[in-house]
Protein backbone atom coordinates (compact mmCIF):
# COMPACT_ATOMS: atom_id res chain seq x y z
CA UNK A 1 0.00 0.00 0.00
CA UNK A 2 2.97 2.36 0.61
CA UNK A 3 3.62 2.40 -3.20
CA UNK A 4 0.24 4.81 -3.72
CA UNK A 5 1.71 7.67 -5.03
CA UNK A 6 -0.40 10.77 -6.69
CA UNK A 7 1.09 12.15 -9.65
CA UNK A 8 -0.35 15.15 -11.04
CA UNK A 9 -0.82 15.37 -14.62
CA UNK A 10 1.75 18.34 -14.77
CA UNK A 11 4.95 18.43 -12.49
CA UNK A 12 4.73 22.18 -11.95
CA UNK A 13 0.71 22.00 -10.69
CA UNK A 14 2.24 19.67 -7.56
CA UNK A 15 3.12 22.75 -5.24
CA UNK A 16 3.30 21.15 -1.97
CA UNK A 17 4.75 17.34 -1.42
CA UNK A 18 5.61 14.71 1.04
CA UNK A 19 7.60 11.99 -0.01
CA UNK A 20 8.25 8.70 1.91
CA UNK A 21 6.79 10.65 4.96
CA UNK A 22 6.85 8.31 8.47
CA UNK A 23 6.71 9.73 12.00
CA UNK A 24 6.84 7.71 15.39
CA UNK A 25 6.52 8.83 18.77
CA UNK A 26 8.06 6.28 20.79
CA UNK A 27 6.99 2.69 19.98
CA UNK A 28 3.68 3.79 17.92
CA UNK A 29 4.32 4.53 14.09
CA UNK A 30 2.07 7.68 12.97
CA UNK A 31 3.14 7.94 9.71
CA UNK A 32 4.74 4.59 7.50
CA UNK A 33 6.23 5.91 4.32
CA UNK A 34 3.39 8.45 3.12
CA UNK A 35 3.46 10.29 -0.13
CA UNK A 36 0.97 13.17 -0.53
CA UNK A 37 0.68 15.89 -3.20
CA UNK A 38 -0.42 19.44 -3.34
CA UNK A 39 -1.70 20.70 -6.45
CA UNK A 40 -1.85 24.71 -7.13
CA UNK A 41 -5.22 25.71 -7.30
CA UNK A 42 -6.87 23.01 -6.59
CA UNK A 43 -8.70 21.30 -3.40
CA UNK A 44 -7.28 17.79 -2.27
CA UNK A 45 -9.75 15.98 0.82
CA UNK A 46 -7.50 13.81 3.09
CA UNK A 47 -10.11 11.33 4.44
CA UNK A 48 -9.24 9.32 7.14
CA UNK A 49 -10.50 7.61 10.41
CA UNK A 50 -9.38 8.97 13.95
CA UNK A 51 -5.66 7.94 14.57
CA UNK A 52 -5.31 7.34 11.12
CA UNK A 53 -2.51 10.02 10.80
CA UNK A 54 -4.01 12.78 9.53
CA UNK A 55 -3.46 15.36 11.28
CA UNK A 56 0.09 14.32 12.10
CA UNK A 57 1.15 14.81 7.98
CA UNK A 58 -0.86 18.34 8.34
CA UNK A 59 1.29 18.94 11.14
CA UNK A 60 4.43 18.22 9.11
CA UNK A 61 3.66 19.70 6.50
CA UNK A 62 2.92 23.04 8.14
CA UNK A 63 5.98 22.90 10.15
CA UNK A 64 4.51 22.38 13.34
CA UNK A 65 6.39 19.22 13.70
CA UNK A 66 9.66 17.56 12.54
CA UNK A 67 9.37 14.09 9.83
CA UNK A 68 11.05 10.74 11.39
CA UNK A 69 12.32 9.76 8.14
CA UNK A 70 11.26 11.48 4.56
CA UNK A 71 11.45 14.50 2.84
CA UNK A 72 8.29 18.11 2.63
CA UNK A 73 9.51 19.72 -1.16
CA UNK A 74 8.17 23.24 -1.66
CA UNK A 75 8.35 24.79 -5.81
CA UNK A 76 10.54 21.66 -6.74
CA UNK A 77 13.20 21.94 -3.95
CA UNK A 78 13.61 19.99 -0.53
CA UNK A 79 12.97 22.11 2.92
CA UNK A 80 12.56 21.75 6.77
CA UNK A 81 10.68 24.20 8.52
CA UNK A 82 12.16 25.04 11.68
CA UNK A 83 8.52 26.40 12.94
CA UNK A 84 5.25 27.22 12.21
CA UNK A 85 5.86 30.64 11.88
CA UNK A 86 8.84 29.65 9.05
CA UNK A 87 6.47 27.58 7.01
CA UNK A 88 3.49 30.59 7.00
CA UNK A 89 6.33 32.59 6.17
CA UNK A 90 6.76 30.62 3.19
CA UNK A 91 2.61 30.51 2.39
CA UNK A 92 1.94 27.57 4.19
CA UNK A 93 -1.16 28.21 6.99
CA UNK A 94 -3.61 25.56 8.86
CA UNK A 95 -7.07 25.97 10.52
CA UNK A 96 -6.70 23.49 13.05
CA UNK A 97 -9.86 21.39 14.30
CA UNK A 98 -9.16 22.31 17.81
CA UNK A 99 -9.60 25.91 18.42
CA UNK A 100 -6.70 27.78 19.27
CA UNK A 101 -8.28 31.12 20.56
CA UNK A 102 -7.56 33.76 23.30
CA UNK A 103 -11.00 33.85 24.90
CA UNK A 104 -10.26 36.60 26.33
CA UNK A 105 -9.26 38.93 23.66
CA UNK A 106 -11.31 40.44 21.00
CA UNK A 107 -12.15 39.03 17.57
CA UNK A 108 -9.63 42.03 16.07
CA UNK A 109 -6.95 40.91 18.63
CA UNK A 110 -7.32 37.00 17.81
CA UNK A 111 -6.62 37.61 14.09
CA UNK A 112 -3.84 39.71 14.59
CA UNK A 113 -2.03 38.08 17.65
CA UNK A 114 1.60 38.34 17.32
CA UNK A 115 1.65 40.28 13.90
CA UNK A 116 -0.22 43.04 14.84
CA UNK A 117 0.30 45.78 12.02
CA UNK A 118 2.65 49.01 12.97
CA UNK A 119 2.06 52.47 12.54
CA UNK A 120 3.77 55.48 13.29
CA UNK A 121 2.36 55.67 16.34
CA UNK A 122 2.95 51.70 17.70
CA UNK A 123 -0.07 49.10 16.93
CA UNK A 124 -2.24 50.57 14.57
CA UNK A 125 -5.73 49.24 15.80
CA UNK A 126 -8.01 50.96 13.04
CA UNK A 127 -6.48 49.06 10.34
CA UNK A 128 -6.34 46.19 12.05
CA UNK A 129 -10.23 46.39 12.64
CA UNK A 130 -11.26 47.83 8.69
CA UNK A 131 -9.31 44.66 7.80
CA UNK A 132 -11.31 42.31 10.36
CA UNK A 133 -14.24 43.85 9.19
CA UNK A 134 -13.69 43.06 5.55
CA UNK A 135 -12.81 39.39 6.38
CA UNK A 136 -16.09 39.11 8.28
CA UNK A 137 -17.81 40.76 5.16
CA UNK A 138 -15.99 37.94 3.28
CA UNK A 139 -17.70 35.50 4.87
CA UNK A 140 -20.74 37.04 5.51
CA UNK A 141 -21.18 36.75 9.41
CA UNK A 142 -22.12 40.07 11.34
CA UNK A 143 -19.31 39.88 13.61
CA UNK A 144 -18.11 43.08 15.42
CA UNK A 145 -14.14 42.73 15.81
CA UNK A 146 -14.24 44.34 19.06
CA UNK A 147 -16.23 41.27 20.37
CA UNK A 148 -14.71 38.94 23.01
CA UNK A 149 -14.20 35.96 21.14
CA UNK A 150 -15.57 33.84 24.36
CA UNK A 151 -18.89 36.08 24.13
CA UNK A 152 -19.07 33.90 20.46
CA UNK A 153 -21.16 31.10 20.01
CA UNK A 154 -18.90 27.68 18.80
CA UNK A 155 -19.53 28.46 15.40
CA UNK A 156 -18.76 32.09 15.28
CA UNK A 157 -15.41 31.06 16.95
CA UNK A 158 -14.91 29.13 13.94
CA UNK A 159 -15.46 31.57 11.58
CA UNK A 160 -12.96 33.62 13.67
CA UNK A 161 -9.89 30.69 13.57
CA UNK A 162 -10.76 31.07 9.26
CA UNK A 163 -10.76 34.49 8.98
CA UNK A 164 -7.40 34.16 10.56
CA UNK A 165 -5.70 31.64 8.41
CA UNK A 166 -7.65 33.66 5.43
CA UNK A 167 -5.67 36.94 6.76
CA UNK A 168 -2.31 35.74 6.21
CA UNK A 169 -2.72 35.58 2.31
CA UNK A 170 -1.63 32.41 2.35
CA UNK A 171 -0.76 30.29 -1.47
CA UNK A 172 -1.58 26.75 1.03
CA UNK A 173 -4.48 26.54 2.98
CA UNK A 174 -4.40 23.32 5.18
CA UNK A 175 -8.08 23.29 6.63
CA UNK A 176 -8.48 20.63 9.67
CA UNK A 177 -12.52 19.89 10.13
CA UNK A 178 -13.12 23.38 9.40
CA UNK A 179 -17.23 23.37 9.51
CA UNK A 180 -17.10 21.28 12.55
CA UNK A 181 -19.25 23.85 14.46
CA UNK A 182 -20.70 25.60 11.38
CA UNK A 183 -24.29 25.80 10.33
CA UNK A 184 -25.27 24.66 6.89
CA UNK A 185 -25.65 28.52 5.47
CA UNK A 186 -22.24 29.02 6.90
CA UNK A 187 -20.82 25.80 5.34
CA UNK A 188 -22.17 27.54 1.63
CA UNK A 189 -20.37 30.44 2.38
CA UNK A 190 -16.73 28.50 3.58
CA UNK A 191 -17.27 26.52 0.02
CA UNK A 192 -17.32 29.86 -1.83
CA UNK A 193 -14.57 31.50 -0.53
CA UNK A 194 -12.87 28.39 -0.73
CA UNK A 195 -13.82 28.32 -4.88
CA UNK A 196 -12.54 31.91 -5.19
CA UNK A 197 -9.28 30.75 -3.44
CA UNK A 198 -8.89 28.20 -5.60
CA UNK A 199 -9.76 30.25 -9.19
CA UNK A 200 -6.74 32.21 -7.46
CA UNK A 201 -4.00 29.63 -7.84
CA UNK A 202 -4.66 29.16 -3.65
CA UNK A 203 -3.92 25.13 -3.14
CA UNK A 204 -6.43 23.63 -0.47
CA UNK A 205 -5.83 20.50 1.66
CA UNK A 206 -9.41 19.70 3.51
CA UNK A 207 -10.16 17.28 5.57
CA UNK A 208 -13.20 16.27 6.77
CA UNK A 209 -15.17 13.63 8.62
CA UNK A 210 -18.33 14.90 6.59
CA UNK A 211 -17.62 13.04 3.91
CA UNK A 212 -20.59 14.08 1.72
CA UNK A 213 -20.31 17.71 2.71
CA UNK A 214 -16.60 17.28 1.48
CA UNK A 215 -17.03 15.73 -2.03
CA UNK A 216 -18.76 19.11 -2.93
CA UNK A 217 -16.09 20.90 -2.98
CA UNK A 218 -12.74 18.42 -3.65
CA UNK A 219 -10.80 17.87 -7.04
CA UNK A 220 -8.74 14.51 -5.53
CA UNK A 221 -9.28 12.75 -2.32
CA UNK A 222 -6.72 10.98 -0.55
CA UNK A 223 -7.43 8.09 2.07
CA UNK A 224 -5.12 7.12 5.20
CA UNK A 225 -5.39 4.48 7.21
CA UNK A 226 -3.12 3.36 10.54
CA UNK A 227 -0.65 5.78 9.21
CA UNK A 228 -0.36 4.31 5.57
CA UNK A 229 -1.95 5.68 2.30
CA UNK A 230 -4.71 3.44 1.02
CA UNK A 231 -6.23 5.12 -1.62
CA UNK A 232 -5.92 8.17 -4.40
CA UNK A 233 -8.15 9.48 -6.65
CA UNK A 234 -9.52 12.30 -8.19
CA UNK A 235 -13.20 13.65 -7.90
CA UNK A 236 -14.74 11.99 -11.20
CA UNK A 237 -13.55 8.46 -9.83
CA UNK A 238 -14.83 8.58 -6.29
CA UNK A 239 -18.48 8.12 -4.54
CA UNK A 240 -19.44 8.18 -0.63
CA UNK A 241 -18.85 4.75 -1.17
CA UNK A 242 -15.53 4.44 -2.39
CA UNK A 243 -14.65 6.76 0.84
CA UNK A 244 -15.97 4.41 3.22
CA UNK A 245 -14.61 1.39 1.63
CA UNK A 246 -11.29 2.63 1.64
CA UNK A 247 -11.39 4.32 5.41
CA UNK A 248 -13.00 1.24 7.28
CA UNK A 249 -12.72 -1.38 4.78
CA UNK A 250 -16.58 -2.17 4.80
CA UNK A 251 -19.83 0.07 4.44
CA UNK A 252 -20.07 1.19 7.43
CA UNK A 253 -23.55 2.50 8.88
CA UNK A 254 -24.55 4.13 12.41
CA UNK A 255 -26.82 1.09 13.73
CA UNK A 256 -30.98 1.00 13.56
CA UNK A 257 -33.11 1.55 16.96
CA UNK A 258 -32.27 -1.05 19.62
CA UNK A 259 -35.34 -3.70 19.72
CA UNK A 260 -36.76 -6.25 21.38
CA UNK A 261 -37.25 -4.80 24.68
CA UNK A 262 -40.31 -2.22 26.30
CA UNK A 263 -39.81 1.08 27.50
CA UNK A 264 -40.29 2.27 31.37
CA UNK A 265 -41.63 5.42 32.30
CA UNK A 266 -40.79 8.74 31.66
CA UNK A 267 -37.15 8.76 32.91
CA UNK A 268 -37.28 12.69 31.81
CA UNK A 269 -40.05 15.26 31.86
CA UNK A 270 -39.61 18.68 30.69
CA UNK A 271 -42.53 20.95 31.23
CA UNK A 272 -43.76 24.23 29.73
CA UNK A 273 -39.64 25.69 29.39
CA UNK A 274 -38.88 28.63 28.12
CA UNK A 275 -35.23 29.90 28.17
CA UNK A 276 -34.14 33.63 27.64
CA UNK A 277 -30.69 34.13 24.72
CA UNK A 278 -28.47 33.94 26.72
CA UNK A 279 -26.18 37.14 25.56
CA UNK A 280 -29.10 39.09 26.38
CA UNK A 281 -31.45 39.87 22.96
CA UNK A 282 -35.27 40.30 23.40
CA UNK A 283 -36.40 36.81 22.31
CA UNK A 284 -36.84 32.96 23.72
CA UNK A 285 -33.73 30.84 23.25
CA UNK A 286 -36.36 27.71 23.87
CA UNK A 287 -39.91 28.85 24.11
CA UNK A 288 -42.62 27.07 26.20
CA UNK A 289 -41.24 23.35 25.42
CA UNK A 290 -42.53 19.87 26.55
CA UNK A 291 -41.05 16.82 25.69
CA UNK A 292 -41.13 13.22 27.95
CA UNK A 293 -38.37 10.51 27.21
CA UNK A 294 -39.09 7.24 28.63
CA UNK A 295 -36.53 5.42 30.02
CA UNK A 296 -34.66 3.07 27.35
CA UNK A 297 -35.73 5.53 24.32
CA UNK A 298 -33.39 7.63 22.66
CA UNK A 299 -34.64 10.30 21.08
CA UNK A 300 -32.94 12.52 18.79
CA UNK A 301 -33.38 16.04 18.45
CA UNK A 302 -32.46 17.69 15.28
CA UNK A 303 -31.79 21.52 14.08
CA UNK A 304 -30.42 24.22 12.26
CA UNK A 305 -27.75 26.56 14.50
CA UNK A 306 -30.29 28.91 16.56
CA UNK A 307 -32.74 26.84 16.24
CA UNK A 308 -32.32 25.84 20.49
CA UNK A 309 -31.03 22.88 20.64
CA UNK A 310 -28.06 22.95 22.79
CA UNK A 311 -29.57 25.72 24.77
CA UNK A 312 -32.47 23.21 25.74
CA UNK A 313 -29.61 20.71 26.49
CA UNK A 314 -27.79 23.11 28.49
CA UNK A 315 -30.80 24.22 30.61
CA UNK A 316 -31.80 20.61 31.28
CA UNK A 317 -28.38 19.81 33.01
CA UNK A 318 -28.33 23.31 34.84
CA UNK A 319 -26.08 25.14 32.95
CA UNK A 320 -28.55 28.06 32.00
CA UNK A 321 -30.78 29.81 33.84
CA UNK A 322 -34.88 28.51 32.82
CA UNK A 323 -36.76 31.46 33.27
CA UNK A 324 -40.28 29.63 33.52
CA UNK A 325 -41.11 25.78 33.45
CA UNK A 326 -40.13 22.96 35.27
CA UNK A 327 -38.06 19.98 34.83
CA UNK A 328 -38.44 16.12 36.26
CA UNK A 329 -36.38 13.65 36.52
CA UNK A 330 -38.03 10.07 37.53
CA UNK A 331 -41.32 12.63 38.67
CA UNK A 332 -39.12 14.48 41.03
CA UNK A 333 -38.28 18.44 40.38
CA UNK A 334 -34.67 19.21 39.59
CA UNK A 335 -34.96 22.75 38.26
CA UNK A 336 -33.54 24.10 41.74
CA UNK A 337 -30.44 21.59 41.85
CA UNK A 338 -27.18 22.81 40.57
CA UNK A 339 -25.18 20.82 38.16
CA UNK A 340 -23.50 18.50 40.76
CA UNK A 341 -26.77 17.43 42.37
CA UNK A 342 -28.40 16.64 38.91
CA UNK A 343 -25.20 14.49 37.95
CA UNK A 344 -25.48 12.73 41.38
CA UNK A 345 -29.69 12.19 40.90
CA UNK A 346 -28.99 10.87 37.60
CA UNK A 347 -29.23 13.59 35.14
CA UNK A 348 -25.74 14.19 32.88
CA UNK A 349 -24.52 15.83 29.82
CA UNK A 350 -22.37 15.55 27.39
CA UNK A 351 -21.06 18.86 26.10
CA UNK A 352 -20.92 20.00 22.50
CA UNK A 353 -17.17 21.41 22.82
CA UNK A 354 -15.37 18.76 24.60
CA UNK A 355 -11.76 20.55 24.46
CA UNK A 356 -13.57 23.31 26.94
CA UNK A 357 -16.02 21.66 28.77
CA UNK A 358 -15.72 18.15 28.30
CA UNK A 359 -11.86 17.60 29.35
CA UNK A 360 -9.23 18.77 31.36
CA UNK A 361 -6.02 19.33 29.05
CA UNK A 362 -3.88 18.70 31.82
CA UNK A 363 -4.91 15.40 32.94
CA UNK A 364 -4.29 12.07 32.12
CA UNK A 365 -6.97 9.69 30.38
CA UNK A 366 -7.76 8.16 33.84
CA UNK A 367 -7.99 11.38 35.67
CA UNK A 368 -10.76 12.63 33.16
CA UNK A 369 -12.66 9.45 32.90
CA UNK A 370 -13.18 9.31 37.03
CA UNK A 371 -13.12 12.98 37.35
CA UNK A 372 -16.88 13.43 37.69
CA UNK A 373 -17.01 10.25 40.11
CA UNK A 374 -14.59 11.17 42.17
CA UNK A 375 -16.95 11.11 45.67
CA UNK A 376 -17.86 7.27 44.84
CA UNK A 377 -13.91 6.83 46.19
CA UNK A 378 -13.50 9.27 48.27
CA UNK A 379 -13.99 9.44 52.09
CA UNK A 380 -13.14 12.49 53.63
CA UNK A 381 -9.58 13.75 52.15
CA UNK A 382 -8.95 10.15 51.32
CA UNK A 383 -9.32 8.58 48.31
CA UNK A 384 -9.24 4.82 46.96
CA UNK A 385 -6.63 4.78 44.77
CA UNK A 386 -7.88 0.71 43.77
CA UNK A 387 -11.75 1.94 43.46
CA UNK A 388 -10.75 4.68 41.48
CA UNK A 389 -8.41 2.48 39.34
CA UNK A 390 -10.37 0.04 38.80
CA UNK A 391 -13.24 2.39 38.16
CA UNK A 392 -10.71 3.54 35.15
CA UNK A 393 -9.95 0.09 34.13
CA UNK A 394 -14.04 -0.15 33.65
CA UNK A 395 -14.21 2.67 31.86
CA UNK A 396 -11.92 2.06 29.41
CA UNK A 397 -13.05 -1.68 28.66
CA UNK A 398 -16.59 -0.59 28.26
CA UNK A 399 -16.06 2.25 25.79
CA UNK A 400 -13.35 0.72 24.11
CA UNK A 401 -10.97 3.70 24.07
CA UNK A 402 -7.74 3.18 22.13
CA UNK A 403 -5.17 4.50 24.17
CA UNK A 404 -1.49 3.54 25.90
CA UNK A 405 -2.99 3.11 29.15
CA UNK A 406 -5.11 5.90 32.14
CA UNK A 407 -1.50 7.34 32.43
CA UNK A 408 -1.52 8.85 28.87
CA UNK A 409 -1.97 12.19 28.44
CA UNK A 410 -5.29 13.07 27.53
CA UNK A 411 -4.34 15.15 24.10
CA UNK A 412 -2.53 11.92 23.21
CA UNK A 413 -6.04 10.31 21.70
CA UNK A 414 -7.68 10.66 19.14
CA UNK A 415 -10.80 13.25 18.81
CA UNK A 416 -13.19 10.29 18.48
CA UNK A 417 -10.99 8.43 21.53
CA UNK A 418 -11.28 11.52 23.42
CA UNK A 419 -15.24 11.39 23.02
CA UNK A 420 -15.23 8.53 24.20
CA UNK A 421 -13.75 9.33 27.09
CA UNK A 422 -16.58 12.38 27.96
CA UNK A 423 -18.84 9.61 27.38
CA UNK A 424 -17.50 6.68 29.75
CA UNK A 425 -16.89 10.01 32.34
CA UNK A 426 -20.25 10.45 32.40
CA UNK A 427 -21.69 7.16 32.15
CA UNK A 428 -19.47 6.13 35.32
CA UNK A 429 -21.54 8.67 37.12
CA UNK A 430 -24.51 5.68 36.66
CA UNK A 431 -26.81 8.66 34.73
CA UNK A 432 -30.83 7.57 34.48
CA UNK A 433 -30.78 10.26 31.69
CA UNK A 434 -28.22 11.01 29.44
CA UNK A 435 -27.72 14.03 26.99
CA UNK A 436 -25.57 14.45 24.16
CA UNK A 437 -24.58 17.78 22.21
CA UNK A 438 -23.93 16.82 18.65
CA UNK A 439 -21.69 13.89 20.35
CA UNK A 440 -20.13 13.35 17.03
CA UNK A 441 -18.40 16.22 16.61
CA UNK A 442 -15.00 15.60 14.48
CA UNK A 443 -15.22 12.26 14.63
CA UNK A 444 -14.91 9.56 11.61
CA UNK A 445 -17.61 7.39 10.71
CA UNK A 446 -16.01 4.22 12.24
CA UNK A 447 -16.20 6.48 15.52
CA UNK A 448 -19.42 7.64 15.11
CA UNK A 449 -20.91 3.90 14.72
CA UNK A 450 -19.07 3.40 17.86
CA UNK A 451 -20.50 5.96 19.89
CA UNK A 452 -24.31 4.86 18.70
CA UNK A 453 -23.52 1.39 18.80
CA UNK A 454 -22.40 2.28 23.11
CA UNK A 455 -25.90 4.33 23.49
CA UNK A 456 -27.89 1.55 22.07
CA UNK A 457 -26.38 -0.74 24.70
CA UNK A 458 -26.92 1.22 27.34
CA UNK A 459 -30.68 1.74 26.25
CA UNK A 460 -31.50 -1.52 26.26
CA UNK A 461 -30.48 -1.07 30.07
CA UNK A 462 -32.86 0.93 30.76
CA UNK A 463 -30.96 4.47 30.09
CA UNK A 464 -32.55 7.41 28.81
CA UNK A 465 -30.90 8.94 25.83
CA UNK A 466 -31.20 12.15 24.07
CA UNK A 467 -28.73 13.44 21.41
CA UNK A 468 -28.87 16.35 19.46
CA UNK A 469 -27.50 16.56 15.78
CA UNK A 470 -27.14 18.73 13.05
CA UNK A 471 -26.80 16.16 10.64
CA UNK A 472 -29.96 15.04 9.52
CA UNK A 473 -28.59 11.41 8.31
CA UNK A 474 -27.88 11.23 12.26
CA UNK A 475 -31.31 11.20 12.97
CA UNK A 476 -32.46 8.14 11.24
CA UNK A 477 -29.43 5.57 13.10
CA UNK A 478 -30.09 4.56 16.46
CA UNK A 479 -32.96 7.12 17.46
CA UNK A 480 -36.64 5.92 18.46
CA UNK A 481 -38.31 8.85 18.01
CA UNK A 482 -37.08 12.33 15.80
CA UNK A 483 -38.46 15.71 17.72
CA UNK A 484 -37.15 18.75 15.16
CA UNK A 485 -36.70 22.14 16.56
CA UNK A 486 -37.01 25.40 15.03
CA UNK A 487 -36.89 28.63 16.60
CA UNK A 488 -36.70 27.24 20.25
CA UNK A 489 -39.85 25.54 19.96
CA UNK A 490 -40.44 21.52 18.39
CA UNK A 491 -42.02 22.13 14.76
CA UNK A 492 -42.32 18.06 14.21
CA UNK A 493 -41.75 14.48 15.73
CA UNK A 494 -41.31 11.43 13.72
CA UNK A 495 -40.26 8.04 14.07
CA UNK A 496 -37.77 6.00 12.50
CA UNK A 497 -39.39 5.75 9.28
CA UNK A 498 -39.63 9.04 8.57
CA UNK A 499 -37.62 11.02 5.35
CA UNK A 500 -34.67 13.20 5.53
CA UNK A 501 -36.68 15.32 3.35
CA UNK A 502 -39.58 15.77 5.73
CA UNK A 503 -37.10 15.90 8.53
CA UNK A 504 -35.41 18.91 7.02
CA UNK A 505 -38.43 21.00 5.83
CA UNK A 506 -40.14 20.37 9.22
CA UNK A 507 -36.28 22.33 10.64
CA UNK A 508 -37.09 24.98 7.87
CA UNK A 509 -34.32 23.71 5.79
CA UNK A 510 -34.46 24.41 2.00
CA UNK A 511 -35.06 21.18 0.35
CA UNK A 512 -33.61 20.57 -2.89
CA UNK A 513 -35.79 18.65 -5.12
Known amino acids: MNAIHPVAAVEDEVVLAARNVAKSYGAIQALKGVNFDIHRGQVTTLFGENGAGKSTLMRILSGITTPTTGEIILDGAPITFASATEARDRGISIIHQELSLAPNLSVRDNIFMGREIRGPMGVDFAEEERQTRALMVELEEDIDPLTPVEDLRLGQQQIVEIARALSYDSRILIMDEPTSALSASEVEVLFKVIRDLTSRGVSIVYISHHLEEALQITDHAVVLRDGVMTAYAPRSDIDLEWIVRN ?267
Do not use: W
Open 247 to 513: MVGENYDLGSPPTGYEFGEAALSIRNLTVADPSGADYNVVDDLSLDVKAGEIVCIYGLMGAGRTELLETVAGRLKQETGDILLNGGNVSPLSIGQRIANGLALVPEDRQKDGLVQTMTVGQNLSLASIMDFTRGIFTSRKLESDLIETSIRKVTVKTSGPDAAIGSLSGGNQQKVVIGKILATEPKVIMLDEPSRGIDIGAKAEVFRLLAERAREGLAVIYSTSEVGECLSIAHRIIVMHRGRISAEFDSTISKEKIMAASGEAVVA
